[in-house]
């Protein structure tokens, strides 16, 4: 009887917490406000068309993968943007945090030099470094803010419309033929 009840108790458990962080639908607005390590604001209404990649420490790598596969149309394109949002564990030490995103800063400074070779390559000027944007989500705030539970989603690719509407969620790396499809 007691284990019945427990298990009971386990289930109801369960099943409210994949309630509470049920993942975002296609087709619904899906709003969001981030600061990159770079201290920019990033939201839904900014009418920017966003891939958002939201990964853990492990997963990474996946990140390079997406961003060599998105479309050459959107390279250098002020109305598209990928930000990609790194979870860590949870610290309340400033220091891990400040050491955190500062590694951050210089790995954004690799990739840049990276992307030049694609600009060049299309003849543009801008300097590619503006146009990346990685956020470090240190205490699982923007996957709750995202309707997501960082543990059962250790990577996830969003493509958000400029109006802020789901157009598209992967929970891998999306062929380059299924990236352009989902971008307006």
Known sequence: ???NLVRLALFSY?????????????????????VDVDGRTLSASEG????????????????????DRVPERC???????????????????????????????????TEAARLKQRYVAKKL?????????????FDAQ???????????FPFRVLVISGDGVLLRDWSKVPEARELDAALP
Do not use: W
């Not at 250098?76 to 949870?90: A, E, H, L």
């Not at 955190?100 to 954004?108: A, C, P, Q």
């Open 1 to 3: 009887m007691v284990r």
């Open 14 to 34: 369960l099943v409210n917490a994949c309630a509470t962080t049920a993942a975002p639908v296609v087709g619904q607005p899906c709003p969001y406000k981030l």
């Open 125 to 137: 000027t801008r300097d590619p470094r503006r146009d990346v944007y990685v956020v470090a989500d």
């Open 75 to 109: 390279l250098g394109n002020p109305s598209s943007r990928m930000i990609t949002v790194i979870r860590f564990q949870p610290t309340r030490n400033r220091a891990a945090r400040y050491f955190l995103s500062s590694l951050i800063r210089r790995r954004i400074d």
């Open 142 to 152: 923007i996957a709750s803010q995202l309707g997501l539970d960082s543990h059962f």
């Open 48 to 67: 920017v068309v966003t891939i958002l990649v939201l990964t853990s420490r492990p997963e990474a790598e996946k990140t390079k993968l997406v961003a």
